[in-house]
């Protein structure tokens, strides 16, 4: 399954590259995320980091697990994000930011499947409005990190 979203947000491309790059702060302001450990950090010359990073979901019925590599470049306004392990066939999401009059135009892909049939249903008659509601909780960090008029 995979969903694309474009918003624009008034913030600079680095400061929501730092801010969707930070995965260990994301069990303090997306709610389903329950804890998050990373592991294996390596920051190249070039400014660009890597890690591993397993989190925990949580819903009222329902809790997994899973780990990803998440790759943030600064330089190209890039986030990636790859699966490791988890309750995925397949899991992928790019973040792209890039500067516009407005502050950041922001491209969000995901592509995933789930192993079973009953978690990628459940998903697919939500999809549109768990990608919002994660992309709203990016935006409320975003302006508690940085305010409402952090383009400058």
């Known amino acids: 399954m995979r ?83 988890g309750p995925f066939r397949h899991l992928s999401n790019v973040w792209q930011f890039e500067p516009c009059d407005e502050g950041t135009r922001i491209e969000f892909t995901i592509d995933f499947e789930f192993k079973t049939k009953l978690l990628d249903g459940l998903l697919k008659a939500n999809m549109s409005s768990a990608v919002n509601r994660l992309m709203q909780c990016f935006e409320e960090r975003a302006e508690a990190l940085y305010g409402t008029k952090a383009k400058a």
């Open 3 to 85: 969903h694309h979203l474009v918003r624009t947000l008034a913030y600079r491309p680095e400061q929501l590259v730092a801010l969707v790059g930070d995965v260990k702060a994301y069990p303090d302001f997306i709610p389903w995320i329950t804890s998050m450990r990373t592991w294996n950090r390596s920051e190249h010359k070039n400014g660009v980091i890597q890690l591993d990073a397993e989190a925990t979901i949580g819903f009222s019925f329902l809790t997994e697990r899973f780990a990803t590599r998440v790759v943030r470049d600064p330089n190209r306004g890039i986030v990636q994000v790859a699966l490791i392990y």
